[in-house]
């Protein structure tokens, strides 16, 4: 059993950064086969933001390499994204979620994640 709590969100204008945490107990981060964030506007589906594999493989949903960076702290046992360059159609709520299952046959499919945390609010204003 995975439990994830986010936190890190908050309000900023277009152009500003933010970096969102991902703090987990009950198993080591870099054990479990997946991890990954999603976020979730009003009235859109949930998208697939970005993944990190157990063994430390990184993917990106499409668009977003280059504003955002994926990043796991195995010793603080937290996985970050830094979130750079925002716009306002960043403005979501964004989830970490944990599968057992390979980063690579899961894809951004929501699914297939198991474990979720209770979500953290970003939102950026023109």
């Known amino acids: 059993q995975v439990h994830l709590v986010e936190s890190g969100g908050g309000s900023v204008q277009a152009g500003g950064s933010l970096r969102l945490s991902c703090a987990a107990s009950?198993?080591?981060?870099?054990?479990?086969?997946?991890v990954a964030w999603f976020r979730q506007a009003p009235g859109k589906e949930r998208e697939g933001v970005a993944s990190i594999s157990k063994y430390g493989r990184t993917d990106y949903g499409d668009s977003l390499k280059g504003r955002f960076t994926l990043s796991r702290d195995n010793a603080e046992n937290t996985l970050y994204l830094g979130m750079n360059t925002l716009e306002p159609e960043d403005t979501a709520m964004y989830y970490c979620a944990a599968s057992e299952g390979l980063c690579r046959n899961t894809g951004f499919a929501s699914h297939f994640f198991t474990y979720w945390g209770q979500g953290t609010q970003v939102t950026v204003s023109s």
């Open positions: 009950g198993a080591s981060l870099s054990a479990v086969y997946c």
